[in-house]
DNA sequence: TCGATCATGTAACAGGTTACATGATTTT
DNA sequence: AAAATCATGTAACCTGTTACATGATCGA
């Protein structure tokens, strides 16, 4: 469900075509929502269907048509009434916590080595937030109401990847040594 | 695909039938991986199809049959190779950060209303977890592996919920207040 | 010239949710 | 007497993933 308000709320800072929202949900959004091209193109088939959305299609000599999509009214009020609606929280499911629950067949070298990966994708998604911050929140309290949403947002990323690394501290000692008992 | 994985970590601990397993998947492992029980008897009914786990049948005067499951050796060797396979992060999907990028269509009193139901959802998680982690794993240094492993599963739960209520405390300042700018 | 990126899709499948079904026992 | 819990499922649907398809342009 939530797929068609992240496009609903993204057409509605600016039109894009299919692919530049796939784009936008790999970076910008990366912390928020992922959503593949194929899904995408999907669900803008849909909610076009349902007149949430509009779209011409511009031909371009020598290239490939653009098909910019935009919001319409009625998109708009479906965006409004969702947004008031509180959203459940999404379910844990993580492979990884999954695997500390295996208990004796879980191999600790084998552990070790994907906990020392993780540790690397955190530090690296932390460093990105943090230079995102940097650069486009330097002063949040004087930002417009929407850039102090969307830096809340990314605030989320950063003490979540934050947490993590702490986390990681305590189970790498754990795994740590000769795997011992 | 790791559905199958907890259920055979799960089972492998201690054999159950599909009702036990799902209850434990609501309470011990809800910080893990949650599943409704008709998935469990599901992926219960594929996983013997394809002898990773077998079942009695055990018939009981005046109540319906029990159908305890445990894991064959099979499964035990298929869940080892999956634990030693590192597993990539699952991706994000937070309906609640997409409503902070859906801008000025986001209203500030509802959202207020919002951040205070969660912050009770995460105080409530955090008692729950904290009480556990006080009656059982009191002393962590001296206890089994394996529920040093459990141990480190439910630390993640709790630092987690703890991450969500600091992140509460700057986003509830945002929405405090009469909603300006 | 080869691979990457631009640009838009279709099709099949796997995983997860919601609704429905049935019947006994225990608690309020 | 009604509601919750025990106990086991089936069926339809929605969402997300993987694989396939096509063709142009651009930089190494």
Redesign the pocket.
């Known amino acids: 469900?939530?797929?068609?308000y992240a496009l609903l709320a993204a057409l509605n800072e600016t039109p894009a075509?299919?692919?530049?929202l796939?784009?936008r949900f790999r970076t910008r959004l990366a912390h928020v929502w992922?959503?593949?091209?194929?899904?995408i193109?999907?669900?803008?088939?849909?909610l076009h269907e349902e007149g949430l959305v509009s779209a011409e299609t511009i031909p371009q000599a020598?290239?490939?048509?653009?098909?910019?999509y935009h919001v319409t009214d009625t998109g708009r009020t479906a965006l409004r009434t969702w947004l008031a609606t509180p959203q459940p929280r999404p379910?844990t499911?993580d492979p990884l916590l999954v695997k500390l629950f295996a208990g004796d067949c879980l191999d600790g070298a084998a552990m070790a080595e994907e906990l020392a990966g993780l540790r690397q994708h955190y530090r690296n998604r932390l460093r990105a937030y943090r230079d995102i911050e940097a650069t486009w929140f330097k002063d949040p309290a004087t930002l417009p109401r929407r850039y102090r949403l969307q830096h809340l947002a990314l605030r989320r990323g950063i003490l979540g990847a934050e947490t993590w690394l702490r986390w990681l501290d305590e189970a790498q000692q754990a795994f740590s040594g000769t795997d011992a008992d």
Chains 1, 2 share one sequence.
């Open positions: 469900m939530a797929l068609r075509t299919g692919y530049e796939s784009q992922n959503a593949s091209h194929q899904q193109y999907r669900e803008l088939g849909k020598d290239k490939p048509d653009r098909k910019p379910a499911r």
